[in-house]
């Protein structure tokens, strides 16, 4: 049974950083694609980022524009987790990020919700103004 746990969420100041860490147990295929979504209250669960991996050693990152130059993700293939640092962080990041893994590795569709096979319960970030 495929798990995945995030940590890291919390308050934070405008202008501040947080790290969000995911982890997936269970997993059987050797190749995907880890994503972070979030959702804010009233709002649509949006994509934030994504990084699969074409093989042990290649990996690419995928990032929605309101996030590109300040979120850096990052993971490591073999222990199926995956980081998300998270630089000078706006009002509007307030969110419940949730982390999520597919089985999909082309990299096609890493934007969109119904992609991913397993989900996290979610962490919340806070950024306060």
């Known amino acids: 049974q495929v798990q995945v746990v995030e940590s890291g969420g919390g308050l934070v100041q405008t202008g501040g950083s947080l790290r969000l860490s995911c982890a997936a147990s269970g997993v059987s295929f050797s190749r995907y694609t880890m994503g972070w979504f979030r959702q804010a209250p009233g709002k649509e669960r949006e994509f934030v980022a994504a990084?699969?991996?074409?093989?042990?050693?290649?990996?690419?990152?995928y990032y929605a524009d309101s996030v590109l130059d300040r979120f850096i993700v990052s993971g490591d293939n073999g222990k199926h987790t995956v980081d998300l640092q998270m630089n000078s962080l706006k009002p509007e990041d307030t969110a419940v990020y949730y982390c999520?893994?597919?089985?999909?590795?082309?990299?096609?569709?890493?934007?969109?919700?119904?992609?991913?096979?397993?989900w996290g319960q979610g962490t919340q970030v806070t950024v306060g103004s």
């Open positions: 999520a893994i597919s089985a999909r590795s082309d990299g096609a569709e890493h934007n969109i919700p119904r992609t991913y096979d397993y």
């Open positions: 990084i699969r991996w074409s093989n042990e050693a290649t990996a690419y990152g």
